[in-house]
Structure formats: structure tokens, C-alpha cells
T-cell receptor, first 109, second 114 residues
């Protein structure tokens, strides 16, 4: 069964801390997406990756294909980073993403 | 910038009503998606469309239908609304393929069925 698990479900950090959110999946994938959802509902695509590492500003996404695991890192966290972070996997030849249940991140000033 | 517009942010309907949720995108995207989002369950795909008049069932199509008569518009229809369809509904669009194209989301419609 195609499954995506995220951890932790909830994460509270102090401003400036380095943050890691984890995503593991059950079987081989062709792509993994990271998305951000702010209060009020709007969802923004952050990264799409199938191997290695991508970086955008203070955000870094990595993927380890052998271990079926991806991480999203936030350096020098800020209260504006508070949001729900969602990973989603495209399994094999599927044409639709399977989503994790999300990680609620709260960064305190 | 891609704009995906959902017709309502909040909607309240009664059980048994036929409910229409509309979504319009302005970037000529082939792919359009309807998801629902419930606490603890994440986003689940209801239907998606990869071209005009083309559609495929997602994970939870029961109780829903869709219509895509024009490329820019994708409608979700609740044939006879029930209380278990109270949820946040999100529309998205993208270019193909799903693997390496970002999905652009609307702001969502919070639907309550009384």
C-alpha cells in the first residue's frame, strides 16, 4: 500500500532554531513534493525532488532514495515560518500524489 | 503568477442539497484537481482532470462528480450533500507531468453541511 508518514505531527521551536521535518514512504517513488500551508488554507509548493538536495533561501530539502526518506530543514527559523508543512509522494507510474498528514510548525519569538 | 480561484471561501448547505463548487485557473494548465482536507487525514484526491472532458477518479470519489467543459474551469458537484461531506475543499492546477510540475492551489472552500 502506498503510504506517506510525517514526523513530528506538531513541532514548537524558538526563533533562530534549526528545524527538521521528516517524511518516509512505503515503496519506490518517482518524485517527492514539499508544500507549505499557512493559516487560512492557502497551499504553496516549496520543492519537488527525485534525488539529492534542493535549497531555496533558508529552506533545504533532501531525499534518500535507498532509505525511502526525505527531510525538510529550516535554518534560522522565524515566526513567519509557522505553518503546516506537507510532504507528498508520487508512487511509481501513478498520476496522483499521496499526501502525508502534515506537520504543524510553530516558531515562537 | 498563476491564479486559481475558488468561487466561495465559506459555504453552508443542507443535507440532500445538490452543491456546486467552482474552480477557475488562468494559466492554461492541462491538469486540475479536487481535494478534500480533514484533520489528521491530510489531503485526499477526489477527482482529477488531465484535459477538457477527461477525468479520473481519485481516492474518494463516492458521492461526488465533476465537470470540465472548458480548460480553465473544473467543477465539483455533491449530488446529494451529506453531513460527512463537511470539509475543506481545495482545487489545484498544474502543467503535466505531476512528477516535476508544482501544483498551484486555490484558497479553499470550507463547506458545512447541516
Amino acid at each position: 500500500k502506498n503510504e506517506v508518514e510525517q514526523s513530528p505531527q506538531n513541532l514548537t521551536a524558538q526563533e533562530g532554531e534549526f528545524i527538521t521535518i521528516n517524511c518516509s514512504y512505503s515503496v519506490g517513488i518517482s518524485a517527492l513534493h514539499w508544500l507549505q500551508q499557512h493559516p487560512g488554507g492557502g497551499i504553496v509548493s516549496l520543492f519537488m525532488l527525485s534525488s539529492g538536495k534542493k535549497k531555496h533561501g533558508r529552506l533545504i530539502a533532501t531525499i534518500n532514495i535507498q532509505e525511502k526518506h526525505s527531510s525538510l530543514h529550516i535554518t534560522a527559523s522565524h515566526p513567519r515560518d509557522s505553518a503546516v508543512y506537507i510532504c507528498a509522494a508520487l508512487f511509481g507510474s501513478a498520476r496522483q500524489l499521496t499526501f502525508g498528514s502534515g506537520t504543524q510548525l510553530t516558531v515562537l519569538p | 503568477d498563476v491564479k486559481v480561484t475558488q468561487s466561495s471561501r465559506y459555504l453552508v448547505k443542507r443535507t440532500g442539497e445538490k452543491v456546486f463548487l467552482e474552480c477557475v485557473q488562468d494559466m492554461d494548465h492541462e491538469n486540475m484537481f479536487w481535494y478534500r482536507q480533514d484533520p489528521g487525514l491530510g489531503l485526499r484526491l477526489i477527482y482529477f482532470s488531465y484535459d477538457v472532458k477527461m477525468k479520473e477518479k481519485g481516492d474518494i470519489p463516492e458521492g461526488y462528480s465533476v465537470s470540465r467543459e472548458k480548460k480553465e474551469r473544473f467543477s465539483l458537484i455533491l449530488e446529494s450533500a451529506s453531513t460527512n461531506q463537511t470539509s475543506m475543499y481545495l482545487c489545484a492546477s498544474s502543467l503535466p507531468p505531476v512528477s516535476n510540475q508544482p501544483q498551484h492551489f486555490g484558497d479553499g472552500t470550507r463547506l458545512s453541511i447541516l
